[in-house]
């Protein structure tokens, strides 16, 4: 399953990696229908019919059991950390018992700790190093030849995969199948 936040109020969510927090424009049942979000397939045509129920059957449905509300108040502070703490801490679950080392994915010369794939990976619960060591897990590089992916290899028990293996899993909030991104 994928979460998704849509919310006009993200301002005061500091984090939003790969995009799993969508920002709307504030609506009023005053606005122009042209500028109403469109919600397309069978739920209704507009938010306008939506909120008001005057859309086919399963929006009627929505609204007067309550599960669209017809107002939404601003989220208070503890409300917005509460969600923050929820997604925070299922987010570091996701690559809670990884270990990565990372292989021709930066600059030789950049700091790796500020790079968005470290960062990333550190706050979907992964243990991101420079050398490898007894408990690495993967190897995540660009190249087959470097010694770090070799070693891994050599191994048999750390995953060398590509970058697109970190962000798959990343944006689906599950660890994805490394055999799919092996190197």
Not at 33 to 42: H, V
Not at 56 to 65: F, R, S, V, Y
Not at 152 to 174: D, F, I, Q, Y
Request: negative net charge; hydrophobic residues 35%; charged residues 25%.
């Amino acid at each position: 399953a994928t979460t998704v936040l849509v919310d006009n109020h993200l301002e005061k969510f500091e984090r939003n990696p790969l995009g799993s927090c969508v920002s709307v424009p504030t609506w009023t049942a005053s606005d122009d229908d042209d500028r109403a979000l469109a919600l397309d397939g069978d739920l209704c045509r507009t938010l306008t019919q939506y909120a008001s129920g005057d859309c086919q059957e399963t929006g009627k449905k929505l609204a007067g059991n309550g599960i669209v509300p017809k107002e939404h108040p601003s989220p208070t502070d503890d409300d917005v950390r509460a969600v923050q703490e929820i997604l925070c801490a299922q987010r570091k679950k996701v690559l809670a018992d990884v270990r990565i080392v990372f292989s021709r994915v930066f600059p030789i010369d950049a700091d790796p700790t500020t790079h968005p794939l470290w960062i990333l990976a550190e706050d979907f619960g992964a243990t991101c190093g420079r050398t490898l060591c007894d408990d690495t897990t993967h190897v995540v590089g660009t190249a087959s030849s470097t010694d770090k992916v070799k070693a891994a290899k050599a191994r048999g028990n750390v995953h060398a995969v590509t970058p697109h293996w970190l962000e798959c899993s990343m944006l689906l909030w599950r660890r994805a199948n490394e055999a799919t991104f092996r190197i």
